[in-house]
C-alpha cells in the first residue's frame, strides 16, 4: 500500500484528503504484502559513455561512427573498440530520424497479391534494380498492398506509415483512394505507369506505340483475326470478354494503352481480360479465346505480358493447337522464360533503366527539386512463336 500511496502522490491524485481517508478506513492494519523484487533494467550505453572510455569527445565519437567528418583512424579504432566492449550498438536510428525529419523508407505499392508479384520476372526485376539503387543512397522500402477497393477507405498505412517518399511500382488507377491520401501528406509521388495526377512524377514506356509496332508485324504476316489478352482491367477479380461497358471504367494505363496500340492497327479484335497477371490466367483465356468456333477463331494472340503469353503458349497445347503453326503468339515485357521451349516473340521494355529513372525522380524529389517525367522506348524482338496464319 505504501507503494500505492507513492503513486497516488506522483500523479497528483492525493490532493483530496477526505478521499484519501474514506479509501482507508481508520484503525485497521493494513497487510504487509512481500513481493519479491525485479532486478534492475540495464541501462542502454549511449554515445556519451563510449566517448569516456574512449577518452575524446561526444562529438568525435559520433564522427568516427558516422564517418562523415576527419577522424584518425588510431582514434576511430579506439572508439569502436569502446563501443564493443560497452555492447553500444551506434546510435538510436529513431532519435536520429527525428533529427533529420526523415524516415530513410521509401513506400512501394505493388498492386499483385506480392507471391503472384515475385513469380512475374519483370515485377521482380524491376524491384530489384529499385532496391539496389535506392539502399545505395541509405533509404529501404517497404511493400505496401495497392488499395483495390475504389469506394473503400485507403489502408491505414497510407495515412500513418513513415514514408519518405512513395513509388507507386506496378502502376495505379486514376482514381486511386491511396492517391490524394499519400499527396496531401506532402509525400512526393513517383508512378510507374500510373496513375497521372498533378503532384507525381511519371516514368513509362511507350506502351501504345510498341503494341502498334506487334500489330504491324502480326498485319504483315498476312493474320486478319487477332486476339488480345489483357492484363488486369481493374484490380477487381473480373475476368472475360472485356465489354464496352467495362472498358469505359477508368482501367490500369498500361493496360489500356497496349489495347489501344493493337486496335490502332488491327480493329476489331476480340478481348479477354485476366483476373492476375499469372500463366494461369493466360492459360485459361487462351482456351476461353481459342477453344469455340474454329471458323472464327483467331490465328494470332497478342498478350499484355511475357507471363500471360506463356500461359497462352500452354493453352494451345492443350486445345492441340501448333504455336506458330496454328497460333501465333506476341508478349510484352522482354523477359526471360527458361522453361518455356519457344522463344517469345515479344516487346522488351528498359526495365532495369525504368527501375534507374524511377530512382532519380525519388532522390530529386527527396532534395527539394523537381523530376520531369520520362518515357522509355521499347523494341519488337522477333522470336519463334510469331509466323504466317494457317493455309
Known amino acids: 500500500m505504501d507503494r500505492i500511496d507513492s503513486i497516488v502522490r506522483q500523479t497528483g491524485a492525493d490532493a483530496n484528503p477526505s478521499r484519501r481517508a474514506a479509501a482507508r478506513p481508520s ?25 569516456a572510455a574512449a577518452g575524446v569527445s561526444a562529438s568525435t565519437a559520433s564522427l568516427a561512427f ?16 569502446a563501443a564493443q566492449s560497452l555492447g553500444y550498438a551506434g546510435p538510436d536510428p529513431t532519435a536520429a530520424s527525428l533529427r533529420r525529419g526523415r524516415s530513410g523508407v521509401v513506400g512501394v505499392v505493388v498492386g499483385e497479391r506480392i507471391r503472384d508479384a515475385f513469380r512475374d520476372p519483370y515485377v521482380a526485376t ?16 517497404l511493400l505496401l498492398p495497392m488499395v483495390h477497393d475504389v469506394g473503400g477507405q ?20 486514376p482514381d486511386d483512394p491511396s492517391l490524394p491520401v499519400v499527396l496531401g501528406r506532402g509525400v512526393p509521388v513517383v508512378a510507374i505507369e500510373g496513375p497521372e495526377a498533378p503532384g507525381a512524377s511519371l516514368v513509362r514506356i511507350d506502351d501504345r506505340d510498341g503494341s502498334r509496332h506487334a500489330a504491324r508485324l502480326l498485319a ?16 477487381d477479380g473480373s475476368s472475360g470478354a472485356l465489354t464496352a461497358s467495362r472498358r469505359a471504367l477508368a482501367g490500369f494505363a498500361d493496360s489500356t494503352a497496349r489495347l489501344a496500340g493493337v486496335e490502332d492497327v488491327l480493329a476489331p479484335v476480340a478481348v479477354v481480360e485476366c483476373p492476375t497477371n499469372t500463366v494461369e490466367a493466360g492459360r485459361d483465356a487462351a482456351v476461353r479465346l481459342l477453344g469455340d468456333d474454329v471458323g472464327e477463331r483467331p490465328t494470332a494472340v497478342v498478350a499484355q505480358s511475357d507471363v500471360l503469353a506463356a500461359g497462352v503458349v500452354q493453352g494451345c497445347r492443350d486445345l492441340g493447337l501448333d504455336v506458330p503453326g496454328d497460333v501465333s503468339v506476341v ?12 522463344q517469345l516473340t515479344t516487346l522488351v521494355q528498359p526495365v532495369t533503366e525504368k527501375a534507374r529513372a524511377t530512382a532519380d525522380a525519388v532522390l530529386a524529389r527527396l532534395a527539394g527539386g523537381p523530376a520531369s517525367d520520362v518515357t522509355l522506348p521499347v523494341r519488337l524482338r522477333v522470336g519463334a512463336t510469331t509466323g504466317p496464319p494457317p493455309g
Open 27 to 51: 484503525g485497521r492494519k493494513e497487510p504487509t504484502i512481500d513481493r519479491p523484487s525485479r532486478p534492475a533494467r540495464p541501462r542502454r550505453p549511449t554515445l556519451q559513455d563510449v566517448a
Open 66 to 81: 558516422s564517418g562523415a567528418g576527419p577522424v584518425a583512424e588510431a582514434t576511430r579504432r579506439r572508439v569502436l573498440d
Open 126 to 141: 524491376l524491384l530489384d534494380g529499385l532496391v539496389d539503387a535506392l539502399a545505395g543512397e541509405g533509404l529501404a522500402i
Open 154 to 173: 485507403p489502408a491505414e498505412q497510407y495515412r500513418t506509415a513513415p514514408m519518405d517518399a512513395v513509388v507507386y511500382a506496378t502502376g495505379g488507377l
Open 220 to 235: 504483315g504476316l498476312g493474320h486478319a483475326r487477332v486476339g488480345v489478352v489483357t492484363m488486369p482491367w481493374r484490380l
Open 331 to 342: 508478349g510484352f515485357d522482354g523477359v526471360e522464360i527458361p522453361w518455356l521451349p519457344l
